[in-house]
C-alpha cells in the first residue's frame, strides 16, 4: 500500500527512483511522482495514473541528480489527483516528503496550522505531517532530525517517510512506524525501498529499519537511531532474491507467471523439510517450540483475505489431525474486540507481504497479552516474521500479481507440514495415515504441473462465462475454503460479483438467486461428502443453474450434471485444496483478462495493505 523509494551516491538518481517505482507498483498505482535534489534546487514532478504516465510527463524535464525520492500512491486521504500525488512540499518549499501509512491524528494539526496561516495544497495526511515537521523547526530553531522526531511523538497512526531538504542535498531522513522500509548498502551510495526489488541489481546487503526508528542516510554513511536519540548498530543482512524472480520472464502477466511457478515454488517449499521415504518433515520453527504447539490448549489462525481462506484450511486440518481446536479470526475484528487469551494458546499468523497492518496490530496486541506467535510468513525480514517468536517462510518468492496465488498454495503446504508433523508429536494421526499424506504431499508440484498443462481447458470454459454478472462458488469440508478463495479471485481481478458458500449452506438463502443465468462452480472433488455435493448438483441442476465442476480425474458421475468440468489429478482429501485451488486461479485469470483487465493491478486493489 504505496511504494517508496530513494536513492542518494554518485548515480543519476532518476534512473534507479523510476526503474524502483515500477517494481513497486504492485503496492498502489493511482498516482506517482519523484522529488530530485541536485545542490540546493529541488524539483518535484507528480501526475495521476500509472508510474509509466510520470515517465511520459518527464520527457524534456531536468533529472539530473544524485539525490532523489519516488512514491506510487493507493489513495487513503484525498482522492487520486496530481494534486494529492506524493512528494509534497512544505510551505516553504524547502522540504520534500513522500509518506506511505496513515496519520490518524492529523485533522487536529491541521486545524493547528491553519490558525497560524498555514495553507494547504492537498487533501493529504501528508502534507499536514510535512508543514507540522517544519513549523516545529522554524519554532525550536532546532535540526530538522530533531524537529521530526519531536512530530512522530506527538502523531498517531503508521508511516514510512522519505524527507529530503533542499539546504542539506548530501542527505535523506526517513522514519517508520508500521510501515515497511528496507536500506540496501552499497559503495558510496545508498538506496531505500518499502521493499528490496527497487534495488537487487545494486547491492544484496540490507538493513531491515525497525518501528520507532530514525535512518540519516548520507551516500557514505548510514546512521540509525531510536526516537530518544540514541544511536543504534544497524543490523546488515545478506539479500536472497534474484532479479528473474520479480520479472515476468515471458508471461503476459504476473498472475499467470506466478500460477505456473506453483510446481517449482511447493517444490521449494518441501524441499529440505519433507522426507517422504524417510516419513520425516524437518521444520525448526516447530521442533524448538513442540512442546509448546503439542500441548496447545487452543490455536487461534489470525489472517486477512487469501491468507485467511489459508487458516480455515488449516482449521480443518488441524482440527481432524492434530486434536486441538482452532478459531480463525478475521485480523481487523481480532485486534479491536478484546479477545480472551489464554496461557496455553498459540497465535498461527498467516500473511504473504508480512506486513498488513491489521494483521500485525492484532499480533502486537496478541503478544503483549503473553501469546505465543508463529508466523507463516512469505516475505523474509518482514515485520510479521520479525515480530514472531517462531515461524515457517512459505518460500514462495516474490509474489507482484496482486491477486495472491502461488504464495496461497505456498501457505497451505507449510501449514499441513506443521499439522502432521504436531500431529505425528502428539500421536494423534497413525503411522500409516502420517506416512501416506507426506507422499501425497510429495505429489503436489507434478500434479500442479499436470493440471497446468491442460490451462487451455480452463481458458475455453472462462470464454464461456465472461458475460455472466453473478458466480456462485460451493465446496463442502476442505474444499468449502477454496470455494471462498476461487470467489474472491474471480472478484478481485474480473470485477464479476461472486460468492462463495458452504454447498449445503446454498438452501438456506443463496438458492434464491439460481437461474438459469447464474454459473455454481462446484468444487466436487472425491471425498466424504462427494454423494453429498452431487445431491448439492441436483437442486442447482433443477433449477436450471449453469454448472461448472472441478472434480477428480475417472469420476463419471459429476460429467453428467454438469455443463463444463475441469479435472484434477486424484489425492488426499486433506491435501486437495492445493490442488483444487489452481483450475479457479485459471478461471479468473482467463475470464479477467478476456475482459480486459490488468489483473495485475486490478482497480482499488494494492498489494501490501499496509493502512487498517
Ligand atoms: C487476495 C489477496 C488479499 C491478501 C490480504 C492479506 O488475492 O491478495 O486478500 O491475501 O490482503 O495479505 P497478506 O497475506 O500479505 O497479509
Known amino acids: 500500500m504505496c511504494g517508496i523509494v530513494g536513492y542518494i551516491g554518485y548515480k543519476q538518481a532518476y534512473p534507479v527512483v523510476i526503474k524502483g517505482l515500477k517494481r513497486l507498483e504492485y503496492r498502489g498505482y493511482d498516482s506517482s511522482g519523484v522529488a530530485l535534489l541536485n545542490d540546493n534546487k529541488l524539483n518535484v514532478y507528480k501526475k495521476k495514473g500509472r508510474v509509466s504516465e510520470l515517465e511520459e510527463l518527464m520527457i524534456g524535464k531536468d533529472v539530473s541528480a544524485t539525490v532523489g525520492i519516488g512514491h506510487t500512491r493507493w489513495a487513503t486521504h484525498g482522492e487520486p489527483s496530481d494534486r494529492n500525488a506524493h512528494p509534497h512540499q512544505s510551505a516553504s518549499g524547502r522540504l520534500a516528503m513522500i509518506h506511505n501509512g496513515i496519520i490518524e491524528n492529523y485533522a487536529p ?7 497560524k496561516g498555514y495553507e494547504f495544497k492537498s487533501e493529504t495526511d501528508t ?5 507540522f515537521i517544519e513549523d516545529i523547526q522554524i519554532n525550536n530553531q532546532c535540526s530538522l532530525e530533531e524537529a521530526l522526531r519531536i512530530a512522530l511523538k506527538r502523531i498517531t497512526g503508521a508511516y514510512c517517510i522519505l524527507l529530503l531538504d533542499k539546504e542539506d542535498p548530501e542527505t535523506i531522513i526517513a522514519a517508520r512506524k508500521g510501515s515497511p522500509l528496507v536500506i540496501g548498502i552499497g559503495k558510496g551510495e545508498h538506496f531505500l525501498a518499502s521493499d528490496a526489488s527497487p534495488f537487487i541489481e545494486y547491492t544484496k546487503e540490507v538493513v531491515y529499519v525497525n518501528d520507532y526508528e530514525l535512518a540519516i542516510v548520507k551516500p557514505e554513511e548510514l546512521v540509525l537511531k531510536n526516537l530518544g536519540n540514541e544511536k543504534i548498530t544497524p543490523f546488515v543482512q545478506e539479500l536472497d532474491m534474484e532479479l528473474a524472480a520479480i520479472e515476468k520472464g515471458g508471461y503476459d502477466h504476473f498472475m499467470l507467471k506466478e500460477i505456473f511457478e506453483q510446481p517449482s515454488t511447493i517444490f521449494d517449499c518441501l524441499r529440505g523439510r519433507l522426507d517422504a521415504a524417510a516419513g520425516t518433515i524437518t521444520m525448526s520453527g516447530i521442533e524448538e517450540n513442540i512442546i509448546q504447539l503439542v500441548n496447545a490448549q487452543r490455536i487461534l489462525i489470525v489472517a486477512c483475505g487469501t491468507s ?16 486441538i481446536p482452532v478459531e480463525v479470526e478475521y485480523a481487523s475484528e481480532f485486534r479491536y474486540r478484546n479477545p480472551i487469551i489464554n496461557p496455553g494458546d498459540v497465535i498461527i499468523a498467516i500473511s504473504q507481504s508480512g506486513e498488513t497492518a491489521d494483521t500485525l496490530v492484532a499480533l502486537e496486541k496478541a503478544k503483549e497479552n503473553g501469546a505465543f506467535i508463529f508466523g507463516v510468513v512469505n516475505a523474509v525480514g518482514s515485520s510479521i516474521a520479525r515480530i514472531s517468536h517462531a515461524g515457517a517462510y512459505t518460500h514462495a518468492g516474490p509474489e507482484i500479481g496482486v491477486a495472491s496465488t502461488k504464495a496461497f498454495t505456498g501457505q497451505l503446504a507449510v501449514l499441513m507440514m506443521m499439522a502432521l508433523k504436531i500431529a505425528k508429536a502428539k500421536a494423534t ?23 497446468l498443462s491442460r490451462s487451455e481447458e480452463m481458458s475455453a470454459i472462462a470464454e464461456k462465462y465472461l458475460d455472466a454478472s453473478d458466480f456462485l462458488f460451493l465446496g463442502r469440508g476442505y474444499n468449502f475454503p477454496v470455494a471462498l478463495e476461487g470467489a474472491l479471485k474471480l472478484k478481485e481481478i474480473s470485477y464479476i460479483h461472486a460468492e462463495g458458500y458452504p454447498a449445503a449452506e446454498m438452501k438456506h438463502g443463496p438458492i434464491a438467486l439460481v437461474d438459469s443465468s447464474l454459473p455454481v462452480v462446484f468444487i466436487a472433488t472425491n471425498d466424504v461428502y462427494h ?6 448438483m441436483q437442486e442447482i441442476k433443477a433449477r436450471k443453474g449453469q ?12 460429467p453428467s450434471l454438469s455443463d463444463d468440468y475441469f479435472s484434477i489429478p486424484a489425492i488426499d482429501e486433506v491435501i486437495a485444496p492445493i490442488l483444487s485451488v489452481v483450475p479457479l486461479q485459471l478461471l479468473s485469470y482467463y475470464v479477467g483478462t478476456m475482459k480486459g483487465i490488468d489483473v495485475d493491478k486490478p482497480r482499488n486493489l494494492a498489494k501490501s495493505v499496509t493502512v487498517e
Not at 494539526?109 to 490558525?115: A, D, N, R, T, V
Not at 503411522?431 to 503436489?444: H, I, K
Request: a negative charge; aromatic letters at 4%; glycine letters at 2%.
Open 127 to 131: 502534507e499536514v505531517l510535512l508543514n
Open 429 to 451: 494421526i497413525s503411522d500409516e495415515r502420517y506416512l501416506m499424506l507426506l507422499s501425497e504431499l510429495a505429489s503436489v508440484p507434478e500434479k500442479i504441473e499436470l493440471i
Open 308 to 323: 485467511w481462506h489459508a487458516g480455515l484450511v488449516a482449521e480443518y486440518i488441524i482440527e481432524e489431525l492434530c486434536r
Open 109 to 115: 494539526i491541521k486545524q493547528e496550522l491553519l490558525k
Open 547 to 558: 454448472i461448472i465442476s472441478i472434480i477428480t480425474d475417472g469420476d463419471d458421475v459429476t
Open 531 to 536: 454423494e453429498k455435493i452431487i445431491s448439492n
